[in-house]
C-alpha cells in the first residue's frame, strides 16, 4: 500500500465559512479580509473606482448617491471595512450620529487594528454624549452654557494692571526734591569715581545672547518640519507640524501663495509628512493665505495608501489634481470663489466610473 497523501487543511471565511483558495486576499463571496494575506488591501483593490465614485460625490454633499454606491457594494462584498467606514462618514456629515457610530462599529469588527476607524468612532461618541447632556439640561431648565467667569476674570486683570501702570507712570515722572542725593549706579570696588560734572559715557550695547523662538513645540516637530522641507519641493511652504502621540495625527499649518492650489500643495505636504513618520495615522491640513484660512482637510494614512495600488497609478498617476482627490476627505473652504477647478471631466473618481466592471 502506498503512503497516505497529505492534503492540506481547506481553508474557508472567518466571516461566512465560504472555501477560500490557497492564495486568496479576501473572501470573493463577502470582501472580508484574510487574515493571513500577503496584501493588506482586501477587496478594496477590486471595487476602488466605486469607492472613490463614492466619496467623490460625499465631497460633493450628493450624500444620496455617495449611500447608494456604498451600498451597492456591500451588496457585492457585505463585510467590506472600507465602504461600512465610508457609510458612517456620511451619516456623520449628515448629522445622524447613531447610524455613523453603527456603521462605525461595523467597520472596526472588520479591521479591529484600523486607527482611524478607531478614532471617528470615538469622536462620534464624545458628541453624542455632548448633545445628550445638552439635551438634559434643556429639559431640567439649566444653562447650555458655561457661566461667563473668563469676563469677570479679564475685568479684574485689567483693572490691576491699570492701577500697576498708572502707579508706575507717576512714579516715574513725580519730582524728585533737590537735597536728595539718587544714587543712579552704584559704585563697583576698585573704581575710579567719578566728577558729578563729567558726562557719563553712553552704556555699549550688547549682543542679545537669546536665541529665537522655534516656531514648534518639540525636537520631533521641528524635526518633521526639517525633514519635510528637504525631501519635498514644496516643503518650504510648511508653517507649523504639531504632533499628537496619544491621536496618532499632525496638524500642518502651510503657506498657500497666490498661483497655488491649496489642495494639490495640502496633499502633497500631507503625504510627505506620513512618509516621514511611520506612527503618524492621520494628518490636519489648514492653509494660509493673506493672513486668512483659505482651506482645511484631513488625509489618512489609508487613503495615500490605495493611491499606491497598480490600478490606480496606471488609471490616475498622470491625471492633474488626482492625488489630491484620491487622499483629501472632509474639506472646508470659506464663502469665496472656487480655490480649485472642479470639472468632472478631470476628476479621477469620476474617471473611475468607466472602468469595466464598475
Not at 483558495?21 to 470573493?28: G, I, K, L, T
Not at 495640502?266 to 494628518?283: F, N, Y
Amino acid at each position: 500500500m502506498g503512503a497516505p497523501e497529505n492534503n492540506p487543511t481547506p481553508r474557508v471565511c472567518d466571516r461566512c465559512f465560504a472555501s477560500l483558495a490557497p492564495d486568496a486576499e479576501f473572501c470573493v463571496e463577502c470582501g472580508a479580509p484574510v487574515p493571513d494575506a500577503a496584501s493588506a488591501e482586501g477587496s478594496d483593490g477590486t471595487i476602488y473606482p466605486q469607492l472613490a465614485r463614492a466619496n467623490l460625490f460625499r465631497m460633493r454633499g450628493d450624500y444620496r448617491q455617495a449611500e447608494e454606491i456604498c451600498l451597492a457594494i456591500l451588496r457585492r462584498y457585505p463585510n467590506n471595512a472600507t465602504a461600512n467606514a465610508l457609510l458612517g462618514d456620511i451619516s456623520q456629515e449628515r448629522g445622524d450620529l447613531e447610524q455613523a457610530a453603527e456603521w462605525y462599529d461595523l467597520a472596526l469588527d472588520l479591521t479591529p487594528d484600523s486607527v482611524p476607524i478607531r478614532q471617528k468612532l470615538t469622536v462620534v461618541k464624545e458628541r453624542m454624549a455632548e448633545r445628550d447632556t445638552a439635551n438634559t439640561a434643556k429639559q431640567l431648565g439649566l444653562p447650555t452654557t458655561r457661566p461667563k467667569i473668563g469676563l469677570y476674570v479679564f475685568g479684574v486683570l485689567a483693572f490691576l494692571l491699570g492701577t500697576g501702570a498708572a502707579a508706575f507712570y507717576l512714579g516715574r515722572n513725580w519730582p524728585v526734591p533737590e537735597s536728595i542725593n539718587v544714587v543712579e549706579q552704584p559704585l563697583e570696588l576698585g573704581a575710579t569715581r567719578r566728577s558729578s560734572t563729567e558726562p557719563e559715557a553712553p552704556p555699549q550695547a550688547q549682543p542679545s545672547t537669546r536665541a529665537a523662538a522655534p516656531l514648534a513645540n518639540t525636537d520631533t516637530d521641528r524635526a518633521l518640519i526639517e525633514a519635510v522641507a528637504q525631501r519635498n519641493p514644496s516643503g518650504s511652504a510648511v508653517l507649523d507640524i504639531d504632533y499628537f502621540p496619544r491621536g496618532q495625527f499632525a496638524f500642518v499649518t502651510y503657506s498657500a501663495g497666490d498661483e497655488d492650489d491649496p489642495r494639490v500643495l495640502g496633499a502633497s505636504i500631507a503625504s510627505s509628512v506620513l512618509e516621514q513618520m511611520p506612527e503618524c495615522q492621520s494628518v490636519v491640513l489648514r492653509a494660509i493665505r493673506h493672513s486668512q484660512v483659505v482651506f482645511i482637510a484631513d488625509v489618512t494614512r489609508e487613503s495615500v495608501a490605495l493611491t499606491a495600488q497598480t490600478d490606480w497609478q496606471a488609471n490616475y498617476s498622470k491625471v492633474p489634481g488626482a492625488f489630491a482627490d484620491a487622499v483629501l476627505s472632509r474639506e472646508w473652504t470659506p464663502n469665496a470663489p472656487a480655490l480649485s477647478p472642479t470639472d468632472s471631466e478631470t476628476r479621477p473618481a469620476d474617471r473611475g466610473g468607466e472602468q469595466p466592471g464598475d
